[in-house]
């Protein structure tokens, strides 16, 4: 089978042999340390609150006993928030869960990091499969810790991200 092929200009798509076939999904977890800007993260087939709460739980295994106070900042995704989750966090209470307001994912510093993941890896998504993702994913989340910084924002960057946001957003924030 060929390489995928990428786009040509416009809003080509990119070719595929017709011999492609998916591999279904992969759902990737990951928690950016803001004060590191060091990344855990974890890779899954589904998408649950039994995922989130493995993910959850690799969290508190990496992160040391002498912090005891961990803030996550999630979207709104069901996931998060479920009844599940919710008895995990009533016997994890380091844990504090944030929740973004609707459209407003750039308030959460982790969405930058998947947007460098993005042009980093993805840019000609071709995977041999869901294994080989998961391969490239780990490899550029270790690359990234072993140079890791966190994201210098300013009053300047914020407002720049608000100034390009639709008014919807402006007034939600």
């Not at 977890?29 to 995922?51: D, L, P």
């Not at 990496?62 to 008895?87: A, F, W």
């Not at 995977?127 to 890791?148: D, G, V």
């Amino acid at each position: 089978m060929c390489a995928t092929k990428p786009a040509r200009g416009g809003n080509r798509p990119n070719l595929v042999e017709h011999e492609y076939k998916r591999d279904g999904a992969l759902n990737l977890f990951a928690a950016f340390n803001t004060r590191t800007g060091k990344v855990i993260g974890q890779c899954f087939s589904r998408k649950r609150q039994k995922e989130f709460i493995s993910f959850l739980e690799h969290i508190d295994r990496e992160t040391p006993p002498s912090i005891t106070l961990i803030h996550i900042v999630c979207d709104n995704v069901s996931v998060h928030h479920g009844k599940e989750v919710g008895k995990w966090l009533e016997k994890h209470s380091r844990f504090r869960l944030h929740f973004t307001p609707v459209h407003c994912s750039w308030m959460n510093q982790v969405e930058q990091w998947f947007s460098i993941l993005q042009r980093k890896r993805f840019r000609f998504a071709d995977f041999s499969s869901k294994e080989a993702m998961n391969e490239s994913i780990m490899q550029f989340t270790s690359e990234w810790n072993s140079h890791a910084h966190p994201f210098n924002w300013s009053t300047k960057s914020v407002a720049k991200i608000m100034a390009d946001a639709p008014q919807s957003v402006r007034t939600a924030a």
